[in-house]
């Protein structure tokens, strides 16, 4: 890799650049480098819009770095965002997603997207990424299938990995949170909900799974119609099973109506979750005291609030006049990786196409802000950790300020 390259990918500095003219842009004009664009897909109204933008805003920030660095000679990199979500559903939208896919695939400028949000997304746009080979870095999708050999014929048909993660999938995330309720929480019995969706299911299939073998008691599950405004029966149900938890695995489109309601009729109980609930878009939505006391994971180091990730988190705030979440930490992560991997298919004096760009990802292995970042053989993080925070209200703070009201707890018990 250029000597260059690797000093500024160190630096954990910069600020926000979406396909700005040249006489935005820092003093010596752009005019001569070669523009090289990166997707980016993310559900940018409705339901999640809110935690979707503090991701973009993460991505942005290490795109922006890179080229007020100069770190890729005689190129640059742009921003092609594009929104997975529609009025209609009110949340992201999957057949938007393919869409998306599809928009990119045919631009041959795009060599590498950033994204998707959600694992539903994942789905829908990687059997199409896939074909084109066109290679995908989520901070975000959790559900384990899209990198699971088992389902390559499905996700993957062109043969080669391109959805990479720089966070953990629900094969730990549910499980780790599962052991926290038994070892710590001392539960003994839960019922499960998710939202129908397919990140949904699939973290509470994983959860379901551990706390079954731990010998938690699941006294149900049922799944939750995201378009539905009243889950008053179905909590009814639940309350007169008298379970010590609830746990639900899902997106803030049923999540902060289950919070709402959730609220008055099982009060006392714990209640956790898995990260589709971790954001402004909670906190907003449901409010408090509803959302207060509720457990959610993250299935990455904890970022924001600790000495490695002080001086950058000042630094974000200071740029787009709001806090950042450990996702928009995870995000400048992915960020990093795709201007690593061009930056060295660059030097090496090879095209720059997707073909080349999708092997540089997959060789990985740098630091980022949650540490060293590489990927296993089908593109999963080698070293997954679950975070546990919980929400706790800090006056002191705007409501919506992801930073101070969500309360880390620690790393969550992987056995």
Same mark, same amino acid.
């Given at each position: 890799m250029h000597a260059n390259h690797m000093k500024a990918i160190a630096k954990l500095a910069g600020g926000m650049l979406f396909l700005l003219p040249d006489i935005l842009l820092p003093s010596r004009s752009f005019s001569a480098e070669k523009p090289i664009e990166l997707g980016v897909t993310l559900p940018l109204t409705g339901a999640d819009a809110e935690d979707a933008k503090l991701v973009e805003q993460g991505f942005a920030?290490?795109?922006?770095?890179?080229?007020?660095?100069?770190?890729? &000679?005689? #190129?640059?990199?742009?921003?092609?965002?594009?929104?997975?979500?529609?009025?209609?559903?009110?949340?992201?939208?999957?057949?938007?997603?393919?869409?998306?896919?599809?928009?990119?695939?045919?631009?041959?400028?795009?060599?590498?997207?950033?994204?998707?949000?959600?694992?539903?997304?994942?789905? !829908?746009?990687? &059997?199409?990424?896939?074909?084109?080979?066109?290679?995908?870095?989520?901070?975000?999708?959790?559900?384990?299938?899209?990198?699971?050999?088992?389902? !390559?014929?499905?996700?993957?048909?062109?043969?080669?990995?391109? #959805?990479?993660?720089?966070?953990?999938?629900?094969?730990?995330?549910?499980?780790?949170?599962?052991?926290?309720?038994?070892?710590?929480?001392?539960?003994?019995?839960?019922?499960?909900?998710?939202?129908?969706?397919?990140?949904?299911?699939?973290?509470?299939?994983?959860?379901?799974?551990?706390?079954?073998?731990?010998?938690?008691?699941?006294?149900?599950?049922?799944?939750?119609?995201?378009?539905?405004?009243?889950?008053?029966?179905?909590?009814?149900?639940?309350?007169?099973?008298? &379970?010590?938890?609830?746990?639900?695995?899902?997106?803030?489109?049923?999540?902060?109506?289950?919070?709402?309601?959730?609220? &008055?009729?099982?009060?006392?109980?714990?209640?956790a979750g898995v990260d589709g609930i971790y954001g402004a878009d909670i906190l907003k939505g449901a409010g408090f005291p509803a959302v207060q006391g509720w457990y959610v994971t993250v299935p990455a180091p904890h970022i924001v609030n600790t000495p490695a990730g002080a001086d950058w988190a000042k630094r974000f705030a200071a740029r787009f006049g709001n806090q950042p979440s450990d996702y928009s930490a995870l995000a400048y992560d992915a960020g990093l990786v795709a201007v690593d991997a061009v930056g060295r298919v660059v030097a090496s004096g090879l095209p720059v196409d997707r073909a080349n760009v999708e092997a540089a990802i997959l060789a990985t292995n740098i630091q980022t802000l949650q540490g060293n970042v590489s990927f296993s053989p089908t593109g999963d993080v080698k070293k997954p950790i679950i975070s546990i925070f919980r929400v706790e209200h800090d006056p002191g703070y705007p409501v919506a300020d992801v930073t101070h009201q969500f309360k880390y707890i620690g790393v969550a018990p992987s056995d």
């Open positions: 920030m290490a795109i922006d770095e890179a080229n007020g660095k100069h770190e890729i &000679p005689g #190129y640059r990199l742009q921003l092609r965002i594009l929104s997975t979500s529609t009025v209609t559903s009110g949340q992201y939208d999957p057949a938007q997603a393919a869409t998306d896919a599809r928009m990119l695939i045919a631009d041959p400028a795009v060599v590498a997207n950033l994204g998707p949000y959600m694992s539903g997304s994942g789905m !829908a746009m990687a &059997p199409v990424l896939s074909a084109a080979n066109l290679a995908t870095i989520t901070p975000t999708s959790t559900n384990p299938k899209l990198t699971d050999p088992k389902y !390559a014929g499905e996700f993957d048909p062109g043969g080669k990995p391109i #959805y990479f993660r720089t966070c953990a999938t629900d094969a730990f995330q549910g499980p780790y949170m599962a052991n926290y309720m038994k070892d710590v929480l001392k539960v003994k019995s839960v019922f499960i909900l998710d939202d129908s969706g397919s990140g949904g299911v699939g973290g509470a299939d994983e959860f379901q799974k551990r706390a079954e073998e731990i010998g938690l008691t699941v006294l149900g599950r049922d799944h939750l119609d995201p378009m539905a405004a009243d889950y008053n029966v179905i909590l009814t149900k639940i309350k007169g099973l008298h &379970p010590d938890a609830l746990y639900y695995a899902g997106v803030a489109g049923a999540g902060t109506k289950l919070i709402q309601q959730s609220y &008055p009729i099982l009060p006392d109980i714990v209640k």
